[in-house]
Structure formats: structure tokens, C-alpha cells
């Protein structure tokens, strides 16, 4: 499978308890983006990577919030002291640069679950 | 402020009955707008990239058009399977990344 690949796919947690998810992007895509999605509502982006650069960050990303990407490859979000109002699904995307200036298409993975008890 | 609103936000519609879906925007400057369809549960699945109005793309039946103001999602004879959430999105001039969703239409074809 060449898609965008995300783990866990669900996860539980108490409030105060950290966690932290994976996204695997396609394999050629420079360009990584983590986005939040609540029921009802279409996903919110919370920050873009470009290579291993973290370009551009959401005022909704706090500082409990922080993404990496090291190496360009494959990304992590954690979330430090968990709150109730962090439950959502959080969702990886990836794209191709284009040369032309067009804005290629991003591809989504299936989204991480979070549950914040 | 960059802006996506859709219309209606649920429809149900007959298995066959062809209907539209609504995507108006207000934003400093269109880079692309995108449409996506997201089935309950999963990530938001591509459809189709409209960069300029009077663009127009089609996929088996659906067919997305642009305008300066608004575009729309038509679905011709409409099956069940193409029941899901149908997701606009926009890309604008001021950022060269992120893209702006508007809040999606719960579409539902009935046998």
C-alpha cells in the first residue's frame, strides 16, 4: 500500500496523560500536514512540514502541542497534557511540491482517534 | 478573513435523482479549490483540483464546476455507494500550504 499510513488508528487516554501519533506519508512527497477534525466539521490545519522544516504553524496548535519530522521522512505529533477538548480525530496529509506554482493535491491517511477521558 | 461555506449542510436524495452541491467562498486570492469525499470513520478521500472559473472536471458522476464565487459538485443518477460526506476546500495566495475546508455536505442516496 502506497497511501498515507497514520498509528494508532484509535487511542484512549486520561486527561493529564500524553500521547503522541505517527504518520507515514507517500514515500515521494515532500510535504507533510497534520490537521484536526471534530464531529460535524471539516479538518483544521494545525501545521506543514516541508522536507524536515516545520514552515507554518495554526494558532490552534498550543504549546502542549509539537510536531517533528527528522530526517524528512515520517512525522510524530504529541500532545502533552491531554484536556478534554483535544478528543477529535487527527489527520496526516502529504503532497508533491509542484514546479509549476499549482498547488498539488493532498493526499489524507485514515486518521488517528483521539479519546480524552 | 478567508472563508468556506456549504450548502445544504444534509441531503438526502433518491437512488437516480440528480441533484447539486454548493461551495461559496470568500477569499483574498484563489490558488485552487479542492473537492474531497470523506466516508464515516476514514480520511478524506481526493476528487478533483479546479484552479481557474470556468473550469470544469468529471468523475464517473460527478462533475465539479467554478466560478469566481462559488462552485459546484453535480451527481448524475446518483447510486447508494455514493453516499458520504462531500468536503470543499480552498488553497489562497497568502499561504503557501495549509487549505481551508469548509464544514461538508452529508450526502445519503436511498435505494
Known amino acids: 500500500d502506497t497511501g498515507v499510513s497514520q498509528n494508532p488508528r484509535h487511542k484512549i487516554t486520561k486527561r493529564g496523560q500524553n500521547v503522541t501519533f505517527r504518520c507515514d506519508p507517500i514515500s515521494e512527497h515532500n510535504r507533510l500536514y497534520w490537521y484536526r477534525q471534530t464531529l460535524g466539521q471539516g479538518p483544521e490545519f494545525l501545521t506543514y512540514?516541508?522536507?524536515?522544516?516545520?514552515?507554518?504553524k495554526s494558532r490552534l496548535l498550543s504549546d502542549r502541542f509539537s510536531a517533528e519530522r527528522p530526517k524528512g521522512s515520517f512525522s510524530t505529533l504529541e500532545i502533552q497534557r491531554t484536556e478534554q477538548g483535544d478528543s477529535a480525530m487527527y489527520l496526516c496529509?502529504?503532497?508533491?511540491?509542484?514546479?509549476?506554482?499549482?498547488?498539488?493535491?493532498?493526499?489524507f491517511g485514515p486518521g488517528t482517534r483521539l479519546t480524552v477521558t | 478573513e478567508d472563508q468556506v461555506t456549504q450548502s445544504p449542510e444534509a441531503l438526502r436524495l433518491q437512488e437516480g435523482e440528480s441533484s447539486s452541491l454548493n461551495c461559496s467562498y470568500t477569499?483574498?486570492?484563489?490558488?485552487?479549490l479542492f473537492w474531497y469525499r470523506q466516508d464515516p470513520g476514514k480520511g478524506p478521500e481526493f476528487l478533483f483540483t479546479?484552479?481557474?472559473a470556468g473550469e470544469e472536471k468529471e468523475k464517473e458522476r460527478l462533475k465539479a464546476t467554478l466560478t469566481k464565487k462559488e462552485s459546484f459538485l453535480h451527481i448524475t443518477a446518483p447510486k447508494p455507494e455514493d453516499s458520504a460526506t462531500y468536503l470543499c476546500a480552498v488553497q489562497t495566495y497568502s499561504s503557501a500550504s495549509k487549505i481551508i475546508f469548509g464544514s461538508g455536505t452529508r450526502l445519503s442516496i436511498r435505494p
Open positions: 479546479l484552479y481557474s
Open positions: 496529509a502529504s503532497s508533491l511540491t509542484l514546479t509549476s506554482g499549482r498547488q498539488n493535491e493532498q493526499y
Open positions: 477569499v483574498s486570492g484563489l490558488r485552487g
Open positions: 512540514f516541508q522536507n524536515e522544516a516545520q514552515l507554518e
